[in-house]
């Protein structure tokens, strides 16, 4: 059995955490991380984030969006 990499999904990606766990991503080679900001998956948008979530296949999602 091939055990496959977790996938991450990241919300907020050019926001300011976002953007720190983008840096440190790289420390984690076991992890497949993807990094999403408000125009890949508005999180406005009730359709958008179904649409993205069942195509994506994900392990674990970080919400790193914010309003500032």
Same mark, same amino acid.
Request: charged fraction near 30%.
């Given at each position: =059995?091939? @055990?496959? %990499?977790?996938?991450?999904l990241v919300?907020?990606? $050019?926001?300011?955490?976002?953007?720190?766990?983008? @840096?440190?991503? %790289? !420390?984690?080679? %076991? !992890? #497949?991380?993807?990094?999403? #900001? @408000?125009?890949? =998956?508005?999180?406005?948008? %009730?359709?958008? *984030? $179904? #649409?993205?979530? $069942? !195509? +994506? $296949?994900?392990? *674990? *999602?970080? +919400?790193?969006?914010?309003?500032?």
């Amino acid at each position: =059995m091939v @055990k496959h %990499k977790k996938r991450v999904l990241v919300t907020g990606a $050019n926001g300011q955490l976002g953007s720190e766990m983008r @840096k440190i991503a %790289k !420390k984690f080679p %076991k !992890k #497949d991380f993807i990094f999403v #900001d @408000k125009e890949e =998956m508005p999180l406005e948008s %009730k359709h958008a *984030i $179904n #649409d993205f979530l $069942n !195509k +994506s $296949n994900l392990d *674990i *999602i970080i +919400s790193a969006g914010a309003y500032t």
